[in-house]
């Protein structure tokens, strides 16, 4: 038989005539010797792809070499054909598209001279604000000493106000023109016409831990925000709105420092849990060219006034037109007003509403070049399978209070952003997960007439199914981040032409790296559950590693992420599963985004109901697979996903064989008012709902479980409280547990030397679960990371 096309082809019988044997042996001998020189040419010039057999198991002091580590690059638009590009290395490149070469504005050795660990361009690209001395805040905030970096002359100068000299700032950001310079010092907010130019107060009111101008609080850039900034300059640069943010009655949260004196000292800042206080926020604007700079007040809706409410996002239309997006306290009602900031006056144009909460992740608006138009992503219903969001078009005319609604997108999938609209051809492009859940591409819609919808990225790179994108000022370009499955790179793309691209960063040497490892396979399912397909990541060991395999389930670390996506992993639980042969698995059950919002709102009021149930349901449906070790499994969860494992070890019996928790929410009354009440509504009438939402009344079902309990003292998130009342609870229990502690260490573990000990601490615990001490030594870091 003969294989052709994918076929087996059946050869039929025939005789031949006599041979010359003799002939035709040596003949081969001679072809033999001849192949056997051209193949040992070709191993010599070919490099080295061992086979599966002679692959090594990753261990974690893998995670800390350089080979195997991902690199990316800061990448900033500066032109519509320029870029600027941070290296991991620490140089400094301008690329220009036209003629894709690259010149070289700051050497490595400047910024480690200058010890410089952030930068950004001006947008005359002459100078470069660089911060040093970087002091982490809180997630996404920090204080800093900031130079000014002049990329002619070499020269540098320190970023100071009048008053004082050599400060450490709150903030500091260039303006939209030329080098203006913004930056917060005390919670006020500053103006900086140029660099040669005087500061000049905005605000004199701010107090520390009770106002904040031009700054989040803690809340604001945890919950609401995202961000450490709370200001924003319209594109001319001549009006600055900005958000002043009033704490006076918020509750004030004590955050313990054990280290570096001989008595501890405390960080006092307000922290609003479910129930309490929020702060109160105003928006306000000020005319940078004036001859004194005074802010003026943009109001709420009339319905938002006198009541709670948050402001989510700010945005300029035009140079002199502001969207937002107000949000009442119990996040069910959104209105997007239009502001003319010349004469303080905003209209209502859109109102969001929702039995559950309304969901702000796919909420940022693209505008036209005229500002007349907005294109906004809306819950839109799709039949039986409930809303998804969808792409809008809306009028931003004044006159009219609410504007009419035009739908450019349908279907049973997720807009997930919306990125840029190309003014010149009326092309609108954004990200969803049209093709399926587990992928992320760019799409595009023509608005020319026809609507026809086209996958920018679905087949142009290989490897490349989760992607996000920055495009250029004028959309020709764009910036294309691949974050998997395969290894993570950075290009950039001619938008009119994709295929043209230039290659920023190809991680090579993570990829050859990776070629002598010993790496698990990725598979997905699908599990069906109360009418809904759900998706199942599994990461598999290497199929000589086991025939019964160990199970460690991944949960999620705040509701409505979304766990079984196509993006590449390399953690440390990876390494369980190359050298220990655990089977990895993350699930997204009712409550995971970027699927329809009626998946995403089954959780509401029943958060550690519907969630647990669901995972139960996997873990017995896993349970059917043959490789599968029924009596080693195991859970893992960081936040959210440590409340939920431990939820999880306390409800069915002889379930888990052992889990972990790191910095869990044991009770939502102790937790931040923005997430709880999201979730769960106000304490005082969904009392229930908080009850059920609680660990700690589990304490005596876990008190003969293997648990690790994990937690840093300084965590500003989950506070170190959420553990202590566990702990007591569990001590009344006379339960058995390990717990490792991390004097003074945050939520997101910034320090290297703990987030190193974590996953060795982590990795040890699972595998003495598993009982395997064969490969102990792959679980161990060098000597040095120690």
């Not at 303080?344 to 500002?371: H, L, R």
């Not at 089954?602 to 599968?628: F, T």
């Not at 079902?701 to 937690?711: A, E, G, P, Q």
């Amino acid at each position: 038989m003969e294989e052709e096309g994918g076929r087996r082809k059946h050869m039929g019988i025939t005789r031949s005539p006599p041979r010359n044997w003799k002939g035709i042996g040596i003949s081969l001998l001679v072809v033999a010797m001849l192949a056997s020189v051209l193949i040992v040419a070709i191993l010599m010039l070919t490099p080295e792809d061992p086979p599966l057999g002679f692959r090594i198991p990753l261990t974690l002091a893998d995670l800390e070499s350089d080979e195997l580590h991902a690199h990316h690059p800061q990448v900033h638009w500066v032109t519509d054909d320029e870029l600027v590009v941070l290296s991991d290395m620490g140089t400094v490149m301008k690329w220009d598209m036209r003629q894709k070469n690259s010149t070289l504005l700051v050497e490595d050795r400047d910024l480690h001279f200058l010890k410089a660990s952030w930068f950004q361009v001006s947008p005359d690209l002459q100078f470069l604000l660089l911060a040093y001395d970087i002091q982490q805040v809180f997630r996404y905030s920090f204080t800093a000493h900031y130079l000014i970096y002049n990329m002619d002359t070499r020269e540098t100068s320190n970023l100071d106000v009048p008053e004082a000299e050599a400060v450490r700032l709150q903030h500091a950001t260039w303006g939209a023109q030329n080098n203006q310079l913004v930056f917060v010092l005390d919670n006020d907010l500053y103006y900086q016409p140029g660099v040669s130019s005087r500061a000049k107060p905005i605000t004199s009111s701010g107090r520390q831990g009770i106002l904040f101008n031009g700054i989040s609080d803690w809340l604001y850039e945890e919950e609401i925000l995202q961000a450490a900034g709370a200001h924003w300059c319209s594109p001319d640069g001549i009006w600055l709105a900005y958000l002043t943010i009033n704490n006076s009655v918020v509750p004030k949260m004590e955050l313990p420092q054990f280290l570096g004196g001989n008595y501890p000292a405390s960080q006092h800042y307000p922290y609003p849990k479910a129930g309490q206080p929020i702060p109160s926020v105003q928006l306000f604007v000020v005319n940078l060219s004036g001859a004194r700079l005074r802010p003026l007040e943009l109001l709420p809706p009339e319905s938002f006034q006198s009541r709670e409410y948050y402001i989510t996002m700010v945005k300029w239309v035009a140079f002199s037109r502001l969207a937002v997006r107000w949000l009442n306290r119990p996040q069910n009602i959104s209105v997007w007003s239009l502001c003319e900031v010349v004469a303080g006056t905003c209209a209502e144009k859109y109102k969001v509403t929702s039995d559950a909460w309304v969901n702000m992740q796919q909420g940022v608006p693209i505008f036209s070049e005229d500002g007349e138009t907005l294109f906004l992503p809306v819950p839109v219903k799709q039949g039986p399978r409930g809303e998804f969001h969808h792409v809008t078009m809306l009028s931003t005319q004044m006159s009219r209070k609410e504007s009419s609604v035009r739908l450019l997108t349908s279907g049973n999938w997720d807009v997930t952003r919306i990125l840029a609209y190309d003014e010149n051809i009326k092309r609108l492009y954004f990200l969803s997960s049209e093709d399926r859940p587990s992928a992320r591409h760019l799409y595009s819609v023509d608005l020319s007439g026809s609507f026809n919808r086209t996958c920018v990225t679905c087949s142009l790179l290989p490897d490349c199914s989760f992607v996000d994108v920055k495009f250029s000022p004028k959309k020709g370009h764009f910036i294309l981040f691949c974050k998997g499955p395969g290894i993570p790179q950075v290009s950039v793309h001619f938008t009119n032409n994709p295929h043209d691209f230039l290659l920023l960063e190809d991680n090579h040497l993570l990829k050859d790296g990776l070629l002598h490892k010993e790496m698990p396979l990725v598979e997905f399912r699908s599990f069906r559950l109360a009418g809904y397909d759900l998706s199942v990541r599994m990461i598999l060991p290497p199929p000589h590693q086991c025939t019964s395999c160990p199970l460690l389930l991944m949960l999620p670390e705040v509701p409505g992420s979304q766990m079984a996506t196509e993006k590449f992993q390399l953690n440390w639980d990876t390494i369980l599963s190359s050298s220990l042969g655990v089977v990895l698995v993350r699930f997204d059950g009712r409550g995971s985004g970027n699927q329809g919002l009626k998946l995403l709102y089954e959780v509401s009021r029943q958060l550690g109901s519907m969630d647990l149930k669901d995972h139960i349901a996997l873990m017995q449906w896993l349970l059917q697979l043959p490789y599968i070790d029924r009596k080693r499994m195991a859970v893992y969860g960081k936040a959210y996903g440590g409340f939920l494992a431990l939820k999880l070890m306390a409800a069915v019996e002889d379930l888990f064989k052992c889990g972990a928790a790191v910095a869990p929410i044991t009770s939502f009354r102790f937790h931040a008012a923005t997430f709880s009440e999201r979730y769960l509504g106000m304490p005082a009438r969904e009392d229930a709902a908080y009850t059920v939402a609680s660990v700690l009344e589990e304490a005596p079902r876990l008190k003969d479980k293997n648990i690790l309990l994990v937690h840093g003292t300084g965590d500003a998130t989950v506070h170190f409280q959420h553990m202590a009342e566990l702990l007591i609870q569990l001590l009344a229990a006379e339960s058995n547990y390990t717990t490792q502690i991390y004097p003074d260490e945050g939520h997101t573990f910034s320090s290297d030397s703990n987030r190193r000990h974590l996953r060795q601490t982590l990795a040890s615990f699972f595998q003495a679960c598993f009982k395997d001490s064969r490969h102990s030594h792959l679980l161990a870091e060098d000597d040095e990371d120690s």
